[in-house]
């Protein structure tokens, strides 16, 4: 495989349950990314990861919590969602330290909370 | 802080039809510009950039100038194509780069009729 990639596609959970969302990047890269993405507002970013470090959280609430294992792989557990949480969620990596660090995205997860 | 405005959408166009999407920027420093194009049902795809004032960035047919002295990085294609249909993101980002932080506009859709 190639670029990076999302698993799942798709997923539907209920408000009481848990899940977690997969991304993956065969890019070699060490900076990665969630975005959210929700009708008819802009792309907002949850959380940055740089060698395996949490750089940033902006202000995401506690349901979302980020894990990166390694600089290939970054998991978002969700729990206790709500269903205003119904986006599509973006996975990104860049190479960091590089000028420009243009930043490549997977397919996304689209997550529908009932 | 950093910020992209696009022209909101959605823009309608028929095939062959000459397109612009306009993009404004601010940026404390001198920021890279970046255009990110979203077919569906797919995440962002980077179609082109530009690094310093006056570069041309193209692909595919699309082009966009960074022109400094307008804070401005418009997309243009002179011959639009039913499957240029997706939404178009303006994006900036602003030294120094292991801020990791990348802002991105509220994208544009642009629908091509046969």
């Known amino acids: 495989e190639t670029g990076v990639t999302q698993t799942p596609r798709h997923l539907v959970m209920g408000m009481t349950n848990k899940k977690s969302l997969k991304c993956e990047q065969h890019?070699?890269?060490?900076?990665m990314y969630w975005y959210k993405q929700s009708a008819k507002k802009p792309l907002e970013l949850m959380f940055v990861?740089?060698?395996?470090?949490?750089?940033e959280n902006n202000s995401v609430p506690s349901r979302f919590s980020p894990e990166c294992p390694n600089s290939s792989h970054l998991f978002l557990h969700l729990h206790t969602l709500q269903p205003e949480d119904s986006a599509l969620y973006l996975c990104?990596?860049?190479?960091?330290?590089?000028?420009?660090?243009?930043?490549?995205f997977g397919p996304g997860t689209r997550l529908t909370v009932t | 802080g950093d910020s992209v405005t696009q022209m909101e959408g959605p823009v309608t166009l028929s095939e062959e039809a000459f397109l612009t999407i306009n993009c404004t920027y601010t940026?404390?420093?001198?920021?890279?510009l970046f255009w990110y194009v979203q077919y569906p049902g797919e995440g962002l795809q980077l179609l082109l950039k530009?690094?310093?004032?006056?570069d041309k960035g193209s692909n595919k047919g699309f082009e966009a100038t960074y022109r400094k002295e307008t804070t401005s990085f418009h997309l243009e294609k002179g011959s639009v194509q039913v499957s240029d249909s997706a939404v178009y993101f303006c994006?900036?980002?602003?030294?120094?780069?292991?801020?990791?932080?990348?802002?991105f506009g509220a994208g544009t859709r642009l629908t091509v009729k046969p």
């Open positions: 994006a900036l980002s602003d030294p120094p780069y292991n801020n990791n932080d990348m802002r």
């Open positions: 990104a990596s860049s190479q960091d330290q590089t000028d420009p660090y243009e930043q490549y």
């Open positions: 890019l070699g890269h060490n900076a």
């Open positions: 940026a404390t420093g001198y920021p890279s």
């Open positions: 990861y740089n060698f395996k470090e949490q750089t």
């Open positions: 530009a690094t310093k004032a006056d």
